[in-house]
């Protein structure tokens, strides 16, 4: 994709639950939304019905990134769920079954507050048209579907930040060590070039989360990837793909796309 402008905003809410692929019986939560939940986010605001934009944000069109603005931690809490077998047991014959849930929540902050959950999203489209609308819809808060962090209960709100040109947006190929403030696709980074030394007091902490990385349109799996995240945005490590360096309103960002 050519370097075109960055659409910059953060979705904000109380809780999350982004329903990790692999797991059954007991709904686990991975610790960030993953790009198919964020290109779901878009395309609700933008009316897509579901199953509908599948094609329209397959990473050769929708460069995606995230960036963790609250840290987060897991709680899991029981649910009743109807209990049913088949469509005749939809007017709750069968009574309950409790099923364990796992929600993500934000951690306290310096203060000791507990501050929402938001999420930095970094978004461009082939189509400029659909940036023009998803921009407006963002500022004006004009969604023809509310956004959602994973479960339709858990209701966000998306708060714009600012739209990036093109000509503050740096494409740089390096075999150097860069800082990188965003989520990190480990397919992008050179193997064993992580750096794990911080010059800070503030302990490292990581997590890898395996998620899909696409759907096809029948909303089965097209492409998985393990993505690496460190609790203060403090990734250190050689990216093996030219990475993009914003300079916008509010600092410079050193950018990996999902």
Same mark, same amino acid.
């Given at each position: 994709m050519t370097v075109k402008s960055i659409l910059v905003f953060d979705v904000v809410g109380a809780m999350a639950h982004f329903r990790r692929f692999d797991t059954n019986s007991s709904s686990l939560t991975y610790?960030? $939304? $993953?790009?198919?939940v964020i290109s779901g986010v878009i395309a609700g605001i933008l009316g897509f019905k579901r199953d509908s934009y599948y094609d329209l944000f397959q990473p050769e069109l929708a460069d995606i990134g995230l960036s963790v603005c609250t840290p987060p931690r897991k709680i899991m809490q029981t649910i009743n769920y109807?209990? %049913?077998?088949?469509?005749?047991?939809?007017?709750? @014959?069968?009574?309950?079954? /409790?099923?364990? !849930?796992?929600?993500?929540?934000?951690? !306290?902050? @310096?203060?000791?507050?507990?501050?929402p959950l938001r999420f930095r999203i970094f978004f461009r489209h082939e189509d400029e048209e659909l940036m023009k609308e998803v921009k407006e819809r963002v500022i004006k808060s004009e969604y023809i579907y509310p956004p959602y962090l994973g &479960?339709?209960?858990?209701?966000? =709100?998306?708060?714009? !930040?600012?739209? %990036? $040109?093109? @000509?503050?947006?740096?494409?740089?190929?390096?075999?150097? !060590?860069?800082?990188?403030?965003?989520?990190?696709? +480990? #397919?992008?980074?050179?193997?064993?070039?992580? /750096?794990?030394? #911080?010059?800070? @007091?503030?302990? &490292?902490?990581?997590?890898?989360?395996? +998620?899909?990385?696409?759907f096809n349109a029948d909303r089965t799996i097209k492409?998985?990837?393990?993505?690496?995240?460190? =609790?203060? #945005?403090?990734? =250190?490590?050689? $990216?093996?793909?030219?990475?993009?360096? &914003?300079?916008?309103? =509010?600092?410079?960002?050193n950018l990996l796309f999902m």
């Open positions: 610790s960030f $939304p $993953p790009r198919t109807m209990f %049913v077998k088949n469509k005749s047991d939809l007017n709750n @014959s069968k009574g309950h079954t /409790q099923i364990p !849930v796992e929600f993500l929540l934000s951690d !306290v902050d @310096s203060n000791g507050n507990y501050p &479960l339709s209960e858990l209701l966000a =709100k998306l708060e714009w !930040v600012e739209e %990036v $040109p093109a @000509s503050n947006i740096e494409k740089i190929e390096t075999d150097d !060590v860069e800082m990188i403030h965003t989520v990190c696709n +480990m #397919n992008f980074i050179k193997e064993r070039s992580i /750096q794990f030394i #911080n010059n800070n @007091s503030i302990p &490292l902490v990581y997590r890898k989360e395996k +998620m899909a990385r696409s492409e998985t990837a393990s993505y690496l995240y460190e =609790k203060s #945005n403090l990734i =250190k490590a050689i $990216p093996s793909i030219p990475f993009l360096r &914003l300079k916008g309103e =509010k600092g410079t960002t």
